[in-house]
């Protein structure tokens, strides 16, 4: 086996060269064709859509540093106020990710918000650039790079991450081969002034949000970029938004957050009411868990319909990261578990299609490997992936694990420093045990901010919040806030529900 010395050697004398992203040097928002408030809005296309959501395309700037040159579609669209003399203003739902969609969010998310919120806003959603119906892009990837256990950098089951350099440098090269030029241009700096753009075709004046996981960083970003331009700012589930790590960070965190709600799952699947329990004690679960991991390390299972078709350690050990972020999901997780380590038939896989994945995963590698500079030292990931095995062994040293992004083009851009400079105007809402986006990181969001910012934090597990888990003491710390303008005079504590 190459060392990883060797590895280095090899494989960063090609590192993939991508099209940049704007320089520092452009004034954000500046020139380019006026936005006239004058949008052509027409039904939506697609199934399962609220029959009153519009949809529309508008022009932006493909390079912001050249505003007047080529443009590319951005996809937009919106539910008007559902009581027109109530309307205050627009609500932009700022998607997750980084490569959700969220152009249907009005009808999806957005009806999930409460009557008063629908009546005081226009509800708006839009795909980011690259995804969805925004000039999607595509790295062309395999059935088999699109694997969560492939796009993660989950290391061999002895820790190494040789396998794991080999890809990143593979996937690296084929983005940059296929993706074409927008996928230089992703990053949440440029997501920050679509925004902006979007506002200016909406012709208003500023603009409230509700952005969660990913969308919380970029509406982050648009506050710093364009403080003025808010309203009433609500970011839910909360990256950190360390400007020397940004997305490496937020990986990172996924081992703090897995240890924080794990010992919920152990509890619930203790239960002794609970059908799909699996042990006698709450104690028992973990080490279960890391036998069963183990073991399947050694000794996978088949499982059709799956990608990968087996169901090996760090299958399992990506589907309880999953799991872990809604308790709506303990079960299935549950049911694998107790399966696979009774030797009975699994359950049935589900198994995005393909098609489905690939403008999502470009952009997603594109926006945390064009953010941020990442180390180039492959020895120095498997030092740290060696340490968090031992330290965090639910994940296995794959939060610290190798991305894409060393063989990628270094940024062009330096990240957004989050501050304490701009209106008062934000409401962060962060469950206390999110496995995705941990409370430890969510204060550093509320750090940053300053006196910008109030916290609610709601006694609960799971990923989401608002109009999330049921607690109504934070729904209604959230909706008093869109409706009023009133936050909490100081951070906010919510008990369990």
């Not at 030292?377 to 095995?389: G, H, N």
Request: net charge negative.
């Amino acid at each position: 086996m190459r060392t990883v010395p060797a590895l280095a050697a090899a494989l960063l004398a090609s590192t993939v060269a991508l099209a940049p992203s704007a320089d520092a040097r452009t004034p954000d928002g500046a020139g380019g064709p006026a936005a006239s408030g004058r949008i052509d809005w027409q039904p939506c296309a697609g199934e399962g859509l609220d029959d009153r959501q519009e949809c529309a395309t508008i022009r932006v700037p493909l390079d912001y540093r050249a505003p007047r040159g080529e443009q590319i579609d951005l996809a937009i669209s919106r539910i008007r106020s559902e009581r027109p003399e109530a309307r205050r203003g627009t609500l932009l739902l700022i998607p997750g990710g980084p490569g959700n969609s969220g152009v249907d969010g009005p009808s999806t998310t957005g009806q999930k918000l409460p009557q008063s919120v629908r009546e005081a806003y226009d509800i708006v959603g839009f795909d980011p650039r690259g995804l969805g119906r925004s000039s999607p892009i595509s790295c062309d990837l395999s059935h088999d790079d699109l694997a969560l256990t492939t796009l993660h950098p989950w290391p061999d089951a002895e820790g190494s991450i040789d396998r794991n350099a080999i890809t990143g440098r593979r996937l690296a090269e084929q983005c940059a081969r296929n993706a074409g030029p927008v996928l230089g241009s992703i990053s949440t700096r440029n997501e920050a002034r679509d925004i902006d753009r979007i506002r200016q075709a909406l012709g208003e004046r500023r603009l409230s949000a509700w952005g969660v996981s990913y969308g919380t960083y970029a509406g982050a970003v648009y506050a710093q970029m364009f403080p003025d331009r808010t309203d009433r700012w609500v970011l839910d589930s909360n990256d950190d938004p360390d400007p020397e790590r940004v997305a490496r960070g937020w990986l990172a965190n996924y081992a703090v957050g897995v240890e924080d709600a794990f010992p919920v799952f152990a509890a619930w699947a203790a239960d002794p009411a609970n059908p799909d329990r699996l042990a006698e004690d709450p104690a028992q679960v973990r080490p279960m868990f890391l036998e069963l991991a183990a073991r399947l390390d050694r000794q996978p299972i088949p499982w059709p319909g799956a990608n990968p078709a087996e169901l090996n350690g760090n299958v399992l050990r990506e589907t309880l990261l999953s799991s872990l972020s809604s308790t709506s999901r303990f079960p299935a997780l549950a049911q694998l578990i107790r399966a696979a380590r009774d030797g009975a038939p699994l359950p049935a896989a589900s198994t995005p299609p393909d098609e489905a994945m690939q403008s999502s995963v470009a952009v997603s590698a594109a926006t945390i490997c064009n953010d941020v500079s990442w180390p180039a030292s492959l020895s120095d990931y498997q030092k740290a992936v060696t340490a968090s095995r031992g330290s965090h062994p639910l994940t296995a040293g794959m939060p610290v694990g190798l991305m894409p992004c060393p063989f990628w083009e270094q940024p062009r851009e330096k990240p957004v420093r989050i501050t304490d400079r701009g209106p008062s105007n934000i409401l962060l809402i962060q469950n206390r045990r999110d496995p995705v986006t941990p409370l430890s990181g969510a204060r550093k969001m509320r750090q940053a901010l300053g006196d910008r910012a109030r916290m609610v934090i709601v006694d609960s597990v799971g990923h989401d919040v608002y109009r999330a888990n049921g607690n109504a003491c934070g729904d209604r710390a959230v909706t008093d806030f869109l409706i009023t303008g009133k936050r909490p005079s100081g951070d906010l504590e919510c008990p369990a529900e």
